[in-house]
């Protein structure tokens, strides 16, 4: 008889659940009578870091007081007029796996914190990632008083906790990352520090020069401290600096040396900008707006300028390709570089208009007239061609018709409407949308205005 034995079980190896470890985020900084900002500076950040490292560097406001509050680890350090020392102290205090270094005129928008918070999930998730990425590199962009972007560009802000990683130069300084950096055009910080007001408030201007002029003796030919150095020039608000300014944008963009793209892009937007009507510079101004597209064809300031610019010497063809380059830049989600167009978009559609009108195009004549006008439906030199445009041959359009359009734009309940459409019907030798325009009016308006048709 066989004898019953035990059947052995053999178990499969125990799941090893991958848990990772918490990603711990340290948020610095380095701050000097920042307390109109220090409160959004290390509320933004919510739970995704676990501390705050904040370095004073000599506050006599409530800076370190509010700072505290807040449940910041406030550190002081003695200014000796070099960012990256002050930076680099705080980054050695500091305990988490990746480190947040926004200055405190800087912040996340919310929605960017959880986008953030998935990007270093997702790095540390991945084997090859997490091995290969330093940094996260950010969109900057900087608003003006009005709290409207005026420049956007690119720096690494988020990074890995490493001794190699470190911050050089003594103003405007660069962060040392060499390995990968991951892009992230999804994640824009907000910079206030450079309006006017700031500058007027803080002296930092005047700070700046100093700093800059010191760098500049040291390596005199960098056109990178040269274009920092314009820019401070400029902020410190003196007339007597502008040419100077100006003189070292013109040195940067001439010395043929590798500089920062968007320094370069800077300094060629404010020279031909400061110059674009200056009868007397018509020549060098059109060299630059060639050499600025031909750089920076991507730049929808330089698309726009040279397109205008081309417009105006009767090349209608070629004007019409640039500036519609220069409309399809704004469309894209991010514009690296831009200044401008970005502020003005409608000045750019008011050019696409004239160059239309002159090539015949009336289509695009009538669709471009229709963005200048919905957003600013009181242009009455746009409001005339686009009312022209209906009684070109392929487009004829009643008056009726024409008036039907109008009313999507105009309250013809609104005095300053109507008389707004109706010096643009005049101008545009409309008779009929003249009466029709006219028919809308009080009689009151009627006697005011000392006439009740056209004919």
């Known amino acids: 008889m066989a004898q019953n034995r035990k059947r052995k079980y053999h178990r499969p190896p125990a799941q090893k659940n991958t848990i990772h470890k918490p990603i711990r985020v340290s948020q610095c900084m380095i701050v000097k009578n920042e307390e109109k900002n220090i409160r959004r500076a290390l509320s933004w950040a919510g739970d995704l870091v676990f501390e705050k490292i904040v370095v004073d560097t000599g506050s006599t406001d409530r800076t370190v007081e509010i700072a505290e509050s807040l449940g910041a680890k406030v550190l002081h350090f003695e200014w000796i007029n070099d960012f990256s020392a002050?930076?680099?102290?705080?980054?050695?205090?500091?305990?988490?796996?990746?480190?947040?270094?926004?200055?405190?005129?800087?912040?996340?928008?919310?929605?960017?914190?959880?986008?953030?918070?998935?990007?270093?999930?997702?790095?540390?998730?991945?084997p090859k990632l997490r091995k290969m990425k330093t940094a996260i590199r950010c969109q900057i962009v900087n608003v003006d008083d009005e709290g409207k972007p005026f420049m956007l560009l690119k720096q690494d802000r988020i990074f890995r906790n490493t001794p190699e990683i470190r911050y050089s130069g003594t103003i405007h300084e660069v962060l040392g990352v060499k390995e990968e950096i991951m892009q992230a055009a999804e994640l824009s910080i907000i910079?206030?520090?450079?309006?006017?007001?700031?500058?007027?408030?803080?002296?930092?201007?005047?700070?700046?020069?100093?700093?800059?002029?010191?760098?500049?003796?040291?390596?005199?030919?960098?056109?990178?401290l040269k274009c920092y150095l314009a820019d401070s020039l400029r902020a410190a608000g003196t007339m007597q600096d502008i040419p100077a300014a100006?003189?070292?944008?013109?040195?940067?963009?001439?010395?043929?040396?590798?500089?920062?793209?968007?320094?370069?892009?800077?300094?060629?937007?404010?020279?031909?900008?400061?110059?674009?009507?200056?009868?007397?510079?018509?020549?060098?101004?059109?060299?630059?707006?060639?050499?600025?597209?031909?750089?920076?064809?991507e730049n929808p300031d330089f698309c726009y300028y040279y397109g205008r610019k081309l417009y105006l010497?009767?090349?209608?063809?070629?004007?019409?390709?640039?500036?519609t380059e220069s409309e399809a830049q704004l469309k894209r989600d991010i514009v690296e570089v831009g200044n401008y167009v970005l502020k003005n978009p409608l000045l750019l559609f008011f050019s696409m208009v004239l160059v239309a009108e002159e090539l015949g195009n009336i289509q695009e004549l009538i669709r471009c007239a229709t963005l200048v006008l919905k957003e600013d439906k009181y242009q009455h030199m746009m409001l005339a061609p686009y009312i022209q445009a209906f009684n070109?041959?392929?487009?004829?359009?009643?008056?009726?018709?024409?008036?039907?359009?109008?009313?999507?734009?105009?309250?013809?309940?609104?005095?300053?409407?109507?008389?707004?459409?109706?010096?643009?019907?005049?101008s545009s030798s409309n008779i009929d949308l003249c009466n029709i325009v006219l028919s809308t009016f009080t009689q009151d308006e009627l006697n005011w205005m000392g006439t009740s048709t056209l004919s």
């Open 313 to 323: 010497m009767g090349n209608y063809e070629l004007a019409w390709e640039k500036l």
């Open 392 to 426: 070109r041959p392929g487009f004829e359009t009643s008056a009726s018709d024409i008036f039907t359009l109008l009313k999507k734009m105009y309250d013809f309940n609104n005095p300053r409407d109507k008389l707004t459409v109706l010096q643009a019907a005049k």
């Open 246 to 297: 100006e003189a070292l944008y013109r040195e940067a963009i001439n010395s043929g040396l590798n500089m920062v793209s968007e320094l370069k892009q800077g300094a060629y937007n404010y020279i031909i900008s400061a110059y674009f009507d200056d009868a007397e510079k018509v020549d060098e101004n059109f060299e630059f707006c060639r050499k600025a597209y031909e750089e920076f064809p």
């Open 86 to 126: 002050a930076k680099n102290f705080a980054i050695e205090q500091a305990k988490g796996d990746w480190i947040a270094f926004l200055d405190a005129d800087e912040y996340f928008p919310e929605d960017n914190v959880a986008t953030l918070k998935q990007i270093l999930r997702n790095i540390d998730n991945d």
């Open 191 to 224: 910079h206030t520090g450079y309006t006017q007001k700031i500058y007027d408030e803080t002296g930092k201007a005047e700070r700046n020069v100093l700093l800059i002029r010191e760098e500049l003796r040291r390596d005199p030919d960098n056109p990178d």
